[in-house]
């Protein structure tokens, strides 16, 4: 595997359930990112993680809960979503530098909440 | 805060035609500038970028200018192609304590016809 890998590809659950997505990064970085997207809106960022530290999280509902073992892995726990969760969540990963380098993005997993 | 702004489209444009997808930004200090590509069913990608001013970034036929003077970046190409068809998002990055936080812009559909 190379790049950014991102499992499952696609997720369709109830409002009862409990699930989680899975990312991982095989370039070596120290940052990874899970970003929404949803129809007509621009890239929300959700969280950051940086050196396996929480370093941003932007007022995102409990009922996701990020998750960073090691800096190789990232997951998103989810339970009791909402219909309007229902979007193509992406993982992003970054060199952790003084300069400003591109974030290298996975094939996301479009969640449909039931 | 940071912002990018760019059209939503979609543009339409016939094959070999000229392509201008125009970005503006609002940015305290110095950002970085990227254009980044997503094709249907796929995460996004890097198509070019620019750390400093008068920079210019190219890829596949692609170019875009940083301008500071105007806080632009353009993106544009001379003879575009059915396999050009994509969204296209603006970004701007700052490193921030060691990651990178990134403004996306609302991304630009555009479709070739042959």
């Known amino acids: 595997e190379t790049g950014v890998t991102q499992t499952p590809r696609h997720l369709v659950m109830g409002m009862t359930n409990k699930k989680s997505l899975k990312c991982e990064q095989h370039l070596g970085h120290n940052a990874m990112y899970w970003y929404k997207q949803s129809a007509k809106k621009p890239l929300e960022l959700m969280f950051v993680y940086s050196l396996e530290e929480r370093v941003e999280n932007n007022s995102v509902p409990s009922r996701f809960s990020p998750e960073c073992p090691n800096s190789s892995h990232l997951f998103l726990h989810l339970h009791t979503l909402q219909p309007e969760d229902s979007a193509l969540y992406l993982c992003a990963s970054s060199q952790d530098s003084a300069g400003s380098y591109e974030q290298y993005f996975g094939p996301g997993t479009r969640l449909t909440v039931t | 805060g940071n912002s990018v702004t760019q059209m939503e489209g979609p543009v339409t444009l016939s094959e070999e035609a000229f392509l201008t997808i125009n970005c503006t930004y609002t940015?305290?200090?110095?950002?970085?500038l990227f254009w980044y590509v997503q094709y249907p069913g796929e995460g996004l990608q890097l198509l070019l970028k620019?750390?400093?001013?008068?920079d210019k970034g190219s890829n596949k036929g692609f170019e875009a200018t940083y301008r500071k003077e105007t806080t632009s970046f353009h993106l544009e190409k001379g003879s575009v192609q059915v396999s050009d068809s994509a969204v296209y998002f603006c970004?701007?990055?700052?490193?921030?304590?060691?990651?990178?936080?990134?403004?996306f812009g609302i991304g630009t559909k555009l479709q070739v016809i042959p």
């Open positions: 620019a750390t400093k001013a008068d």
């Open positions: 970004a701007l990055s700052r490193n921030s304590g060691g990651y990178q936080k990134v403004t």
């Open positions: 940015a305290t200090g110095y950002p970085s």
